[in-house]
């Protein structure tokens, strides 16, 4: 374990009685119980499911994927891998459903990614692939012989011996960085036509530009992808879909030309061809100064002519977009106030029609050739689990969560309010375990990233966390979140720190006027842009005394052409040395660092290029140095999501202590890391 035997832990529980019950809450060691189900894949006669369950390998403090089978009615489920030191995922079932290809890193330390095939049962499986640098994406083509297959540039000649030192890296790329990837040089990832016989793979797509998201047509004769072209690809969101003949040498030809994003990458949703396969379904943003702001619409783009419609144009997000069999409708997911839901969209009149009810976040969904169709989905008390749709609405297929029922989970309201000009604010507000009516609670406001994003009816382990451990949460959806349309997410743009402000602002004063937040124990936190939000408002309100604030930044002429983002900030905020201005109003929480009273701890992740540890440690030196209390933790090797299980386990038991040791002062710190003055 990395961090476990070095960790100091509080004084233990006081009583068997107290311990007991403290059995019964969620709590940091929870974490590493929680099985993430993802990739739903129906079988070509929908009578089985396969998917992806990654759970925690504790011994090594790494998570591990294995794939799964569930037969339709739910009554057998079986792991088809059992592997304790290598991933499975990604699976899909061949055409003819006698075997399940997949990608993994099963050989060597040093292993590359490769796509695999097993039987459908489970068993051995064969290595099929043996790309330089490994596959990023694969989809088995309709004939069963062939793949279309992402993977990078080799980094050297075949054949050529690794150096003793890594040679320097250089580039002259206008967007030179990205999170997990590393530094983007010239090496670039292509569309490759791999021949299952016999094993030769075709380069289809050569250039200085990435291809993503393959997709083929249903007579297997062409195959969809994603990409950005023009002198600068990396100056633009301006995302294509391209079409190019199965074979070797074919030319490929531009299917859609709208000068925004046609199908971000981000969203993992490729495009999708219509059962007759004249049509293709993907998702469309707005112009590309909205950025993210804009709402992704369900688009269609006839292949024969290239015009491009827009069936049901209802200000809101689609997400993974399929065809129904008979080609009548299109199935999404759509993003409403504070819910996902599988939905059903009629391509000729547009009507939306949910197929799951109620509070239900839904993240992923598979449809089978005979109109069966799998839901994965959850809600603020159940994590993402397989449900089969029915006359009847979901019936669960899977519930590798079920050790949850032991635990006492508390109950996630929804709470509306007005803001400072009068604009409707919604969110919701998790009670402590035990709650009693008539008493107040240390309370802690937390904020969500994106910015255009937002807090839904889904499950949160740290809400649990912190109900647990006696803490009051309030969760605010405020202006730029997603969900409630383009103007709402807009309203901030350019504008951070404002309105946003004002919006969670009013959350907290909500809650006090309920009767349940105590004015005098108030705690704020968030991550991502959470974080650089929290920045804002301890910057603006003295009245938290304790914050959290998790790889953000707030000096954002420090940010410019250090992080992910330089193309975003042009397009939002100008350049710095045009629009100075703008620069510092975004920058307000540094430049203003000396109205800063709340103590904060500050982390961030080492290898983040996403948000980079720059600002975090920017934040920490400015407070630091001006003697409020403070503290910096720095995750090793970590990318912008946190993902090693010890470290999850840290950062819980750290926030759980620091939220104690301000917000409860003289109270036991049971089970969190020892916080002691600076």
Known sequence: MRLRTAMLFAATLASPALAESANNRFGPDDLARLADVTEPEASPDGRWLAYTVTTTNVDADEKQSDLWRVNWDGKERKPLTQTPDTNETHPQWSPDRKSIAFLSDRVGDDAKTQVWIMGISGGAPSQVTDFPEGVEDFVWAPDGQRLAIIAWDPERPKGAKKPKNPPPIVTDRYQFKEDFTGYLTSRRKHLYLFDLASKKAELLTPGNHDEQLPSWSPDGRQIAYVTKRGSDPDRTLNYDIYLIASEAGAKERQLTRFPG????????????????????????????????YAPWQLALVDVASGKESLPAPIDRNFYKPRWSPDGRYVLALVEQNRVTQLSRINIKDGTVSPLTQGRRFDIDFSVAADGRIAVLGGDALHPPELSAIGPDGPRALTDHNDWLKTKRLAPIEHIEFNSADGTRIEGFLVKPIDYKPGRRYPTILRIHGGPVYQFSDEFMPDWQAYAARGFAIVAANPRGSSGRGFDFARAIYADWGNKDVEDVLAAVDHVVQLGVADPARLGIGGRSYGSILTNYVIARDQRFKAAVSG????????????????????????????????????????????????????????????????????????????????????????????????????????LLGWYDRFLKPGEPQAGTIAETTP
């Open 261 to 292: 994003s046609d199908l971000d990458p981000y969203w993992e949703s490729r495009p999708t061809w219509s059962p007759d396969g004249k049509t293709i379904a993907y998702l469309k943003s707005g112009e590309d100064k909205w950025i993210y």
């Open 551 to 654: 790889a953000g930044s707030a000096n954002m002429l420090g940010m410019y052409g250090y992080d992910q983002y330089t193309r975003e900030y042009e397009l939002e905020l100008g350049t710095p040395w045009a629009n100075r201005e703008a620069y510092d109003r975004a920058s307000y929480p540094f430049l203003h660092a000396d109205l800063i009273s709340t103590p904060t701890l500050f982390y961030c992740e080492e290898k983040d290029f996403n948000v980079p540890c720059l600002g975090t440690e920017q934040m920490y030196q400015a407070l630091r140095s001006r003697g409020i209390p403070t503290r910096l933790v720095i995750y090793p090797g970590e990318n912008h999501p946190l993902t090693v299980p010890s470290y999850l386990h840290d950062r819980m038991q750290r």
